[in-house]
């Protein structure tokens, strides 16, 4: 080898030329598809502009966002005030300010000249949608019945509100500030990137953490955080906090973390064979959000957008013009299914994987079958035969409807779905069965009774939708003494003899 030493040197150096030639591009493009591109253009005048606005928003006046912004990622790339607040004359949003033309709110937009990927995911994904909830019987609840205000400081905060300007287009204090997750920006994007990455530190490890998210999935209709804090994941999540290697710049699951997974580990994060994705619904199989539950299949558009089909509806084919675009892409709710399956694998064996989506598609079902759909088909009736009006959420038991599919019933399904037992029993199956039982069907008949002086359709009605599922017998027959040996015997069965005492 030796003698052909300096031939071999000449070719050697030919050779990294070549790679480097084809590499450093796909690297680069590779890397977190962050293109640095407006770095390097960035002009002399920019960049003392940049550095002008320090002089009056630095660590002397303003501690807060100077510091945050001093120590971070984009501080040291040197992506500055000016780079994210930087506006065109003409913007709407744009007004003049010390010798530059700036923004106060900054949209996805504006992180889109160096951030494409992750705002093309975002913006096609059900998160930028959030602030379409108008129509919703949710919101005729809030703006209606509770009251505008509420709304303001309530849902927009989650779901994102929409940013009106003054006439300096200075963003008006009703509006202002709101960081939903769907906020409706003044330049026609959608969201905010500061809804998950806090301002002005725009960290990754701070988006990891679960509390992140905790900020809207929480409370009687979503409790995903407090399912998370239940399961076994979020209790390693906290005990084994340094172990988590939260702040590495990679974060793949079971590469440069197995202690336990967060929220976006499951839901965004990156493994051995999946990118990160700020599409958060791309893993998700069901919707768990409505009355009754559904299989989703996903359906991707030329045009950059996506949108929800319920299985059981015939797939459009690839190529196919459908809501003013071109379909480019199916996701079916399998293939969904299998990109969560692909996280879960990084840390559990197939067969324990198996078994939690059997346990949960069984709670599920569970779910529609034995409550939501006869209940549901129940109501329909009661308003097709004038019982009931039309409207919305006049009358207790249209109320009480709600809140067993929209709390109760979804606590259930959530706690399923991301193994919170106390969610699927107590907050959830028991008080479905609960308010079922003992508040809806008593106002059931209380509605009847009040138009016709009697019972018997709401009999009638019980007979046809909830006596023929056997899970209902024991509310038709009583709980006797047979049907307790039943039970006994049925529990014998599957725990072994004498399990009963
Ligand atoms: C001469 C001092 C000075 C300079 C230079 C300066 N600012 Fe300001 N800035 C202020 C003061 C004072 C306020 C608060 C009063 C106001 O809102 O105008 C402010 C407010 C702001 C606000 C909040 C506006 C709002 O609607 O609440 C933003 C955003 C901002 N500055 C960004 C910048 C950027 C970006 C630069 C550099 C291009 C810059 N500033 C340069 C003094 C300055
Ligand atoms: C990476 C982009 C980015 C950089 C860099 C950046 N900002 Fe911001 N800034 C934002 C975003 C996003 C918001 C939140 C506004 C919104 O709701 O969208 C914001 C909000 C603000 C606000 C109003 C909100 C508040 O908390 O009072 C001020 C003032 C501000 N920035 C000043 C600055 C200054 C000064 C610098 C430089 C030290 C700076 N920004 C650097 C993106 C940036
Ligand atoms: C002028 C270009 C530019 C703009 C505009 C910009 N960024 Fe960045 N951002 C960068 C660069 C460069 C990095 C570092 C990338 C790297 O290290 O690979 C970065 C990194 C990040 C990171 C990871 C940082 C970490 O420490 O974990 C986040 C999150 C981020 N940006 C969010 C945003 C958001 C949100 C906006 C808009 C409000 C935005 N960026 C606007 C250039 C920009
Ligand atoms: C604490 C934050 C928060 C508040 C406050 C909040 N929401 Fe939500 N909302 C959420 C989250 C998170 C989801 C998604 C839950 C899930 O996927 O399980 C959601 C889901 C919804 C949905 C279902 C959307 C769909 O695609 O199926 C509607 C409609 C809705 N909310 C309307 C409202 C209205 C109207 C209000 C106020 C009257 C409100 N929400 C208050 C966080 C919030
Ligand atoms: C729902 C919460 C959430 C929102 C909203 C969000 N991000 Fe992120 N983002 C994350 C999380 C979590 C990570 C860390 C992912 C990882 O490394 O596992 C991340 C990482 C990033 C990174 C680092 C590069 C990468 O892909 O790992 C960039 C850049 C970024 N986000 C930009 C944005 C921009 C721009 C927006 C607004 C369009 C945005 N993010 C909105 C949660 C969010
Ligand atoms: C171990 C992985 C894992 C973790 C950790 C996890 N999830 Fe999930 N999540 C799932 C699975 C699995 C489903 C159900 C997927 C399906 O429908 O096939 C789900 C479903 C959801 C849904 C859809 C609910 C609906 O109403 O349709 C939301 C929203 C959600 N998770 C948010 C969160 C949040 C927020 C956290 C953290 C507090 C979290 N998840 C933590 C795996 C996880
Ligand atoms: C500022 C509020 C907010 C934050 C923070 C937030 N979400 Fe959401 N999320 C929502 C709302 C609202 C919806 C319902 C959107 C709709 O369907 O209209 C939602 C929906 C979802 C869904 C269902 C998506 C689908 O396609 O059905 C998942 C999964 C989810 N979020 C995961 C997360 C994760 C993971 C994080 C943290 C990394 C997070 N969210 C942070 C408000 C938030
Ligand atoms: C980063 C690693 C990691 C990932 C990813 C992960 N888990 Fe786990 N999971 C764990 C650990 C560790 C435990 C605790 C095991 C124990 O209890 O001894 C656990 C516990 C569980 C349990 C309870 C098991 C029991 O015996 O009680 C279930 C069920 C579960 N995980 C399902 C899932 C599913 C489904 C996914 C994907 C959607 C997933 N996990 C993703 C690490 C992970």
């Given at each position: 080898?030796?003698k052909?030493?300096?031939k ?18 796909a ?10 591109k407006?770095l ?15 002089s ?32 065109k ?6 007004y003049?300010h010390?010798g ?6 900054v949209?996805?937009?504006t992180?889109a000249?160096?951030?494409q990927?992750e705002?093309a ?31 303001n ?9 929409t940013?009106?300007?003054d006439?300096?287009?200075r ?15 003044t ?8 809804a998950?990455h ?7 490890a ?23 804090n ?9 005990a084994?906090?340094d ?10 699951v079971?590469?440069?973390y197995?202690a336990?997974?967060?929220c976006?580990?499951c ?11 700020h ?12 009355a009754?539950?559904t ?11 996506e949108?929800?089909?319920?299985e059981?509806?015939?797939l ?15 996701l ?14 990084a ?6 994987i ?7 598609d069984d709670v ?6 034995k409550?939501?759909?006869?209940i549901s ?7 097709d ?7 919305p ?23 399923a779905s991301m ?21 809806w069907?008593?106002e ?11 019972e018997?359709?709401?009999n009638a ?16 027959n009583g ?23």
């Open positions: 080898m030796s052909h030493r300096p071999s040197h000449f070719l050697w150096v030919l050779l990294c030329l070549f790679v480097w030639a084809f590499a450093a591009p690297f680069a493009a590779e890397s977190g598809k962050i293109q640095a407006p390097v253009k960035k002009s002399a005048a920019d960049t003392a502009m940049g550095k002008k606005c320090l009056c928003h630095g660590a002397e006046d303003d501690p807060g966002i100077y510091g945050e912004w001093k120590k971070s990622t984009h501080a040291a790339k040197s992506v500055d005030c000016y780079d994210c607040h930087k506006s004359p003409g913007d709407k949003a744009a003049e010390h530059a033309t700036i923004q106060t709110v949209t996805p937009l992180c000249r160096c951030h990927a705002v995911q975002q913006q096609r994904s059900h998160h930028a949608k959030a602030g379409n909830i108008l129509a919703s019987i949710d919101n005729l609840l809030g703006e209606v019945i509770g009251g505008p205000a509420a709304v400081a309530g849902c927009l905060q989650c779901h994102g509100g940013i009106t300007l006439d300096k287009k963003p008006t204090p009703q509006s202002f500030p709101n960081t939903g997750i769907g906020r409706i920006n330049d026609g994007s959608l969201g905010s990137c500061s998950c806090a301002r002005h530190s725009f960290s990754s701070q988006a990891r953490t679960p509390d992140t998210c905790g900020k809207c999935h929480m409370g009687p209709d979503h409790p995903q955080i407090e399912i998370y239940e399961s076994k994941h979020g209790i390693l999540y906290r084994k906090i172990e988590m290697n939260l702040k590495s710049k990679k974060w793949v079971g590469v440069d197995t336990a997974p967060t976006s580990t839901h965004m994060g990156a493994t051995r064979d999946q990118k990160v994705t599409d958060v619904g791309e893993r998700i199989s069901w919707t768990l959000r409505p009754v539950s299989k989703l299949n996903m359906i991707r558009l030329a045009n950059g957008d949108f929800d089909q319920p059981g509806k015939a459009p084919a690839i190529g196919d013009a459908i809501k003013g675009s071109t379909v480019t892409e199916i079916t709710w399998e293939q969904r299914r299998d990109k969560m399956q692909d996280v879960c694998a840390c559990h064996s197939k067969r324990t198996a078994g939690h989506y059997k346990q949960f599920v079902d569970l779910y529609n079958d409550y939501a759909k006869p088909a129940m109501m329909k009736e009661l308003e035969k004038g019982y009931l009006s039309k409207e959420m006049d009358a207790k038991i249209k109320w009480t409807w709600f809140e067993i599919w929209h709390h109760e019933g979804r606590r259930a399904r959530h706690g193994n919170g037992p106390d969610y699927t029993w107590w907050h959830g199956i028991y008080e479905v069965a609960q308010h079922t039982y003992f508040k069907i008593p059931l008949k209380e509605v009847v009774q009040k138009k016709d002086g009697n018997d359709f709401a009605l019980l007979d046809k939708y909830f006596k023929p599922i056997a899970g209902h017998d024991w509310f038709f709980m006797g003494p047979k049907a307790i040996e039943e039970v006994r015997r049925g529990y014998e069965d599957r725990y072994g003899k004498g399990s009963l005492k």
